[in-house]
């Protein structure tokens, strides 16, 4: 019924980009995930590249803010422990440089 077609859109990350300023993000995915296969991140990437503005509030690091990185691993991730620190360093590092450098209405002294 389209009740429950309209609730289950609304839980949809890609049907729910708008012509809005996102935050910097950063899209990581799997080369190997059985469950979110990667061709569902690309499109997703592709549109929020399409639909969302240009950032106003923070420097545009990447097209639209948005980085894509496809790690070679599962849905969980890569296995070892080195590539967890991996993909953490990752995470961080992204986190790191939008909060002190990117970010225009944060002053650091």
């Known amino acids: 019924s389209d009740v429950y077609k309209r609730q289950i859109l609304n839980y949809s990350?890609?049907?729910n980009i708008n012509n809005v300023e996102y935050p910097a993000t950063l899209l990581i995915c799997g080369s190997d995930d059985y469950r979110t296969p990667i061709w569902n991140a690309i499109?997703?990437?592709k549109k929020f590249?399409?639909?969302a503005k240009a950032p106003e509030k923070i420097e545009e690091i990447c097209p639209k803010n948005l980085l894509f990185y496809a790690l070679d691993a599962g849905h969980y991730g890569e296995a070892g422990i080195f590539s967890g620190i991996k993909e953490n360093s990752l995470t961080l590092s992204f986190l790191d440089y939008v909060?002190?450098?990117a970010n225009k209405e944060i002053k650091f002294e």
């Open 13 to 15: 990350p890609y049907e």
């Open 43 to 45: 499109k997703y990437a």
């Open 49 to 51: 590249r399409k639909f």
């Open 99 to 101: 909060v002190k450098v």
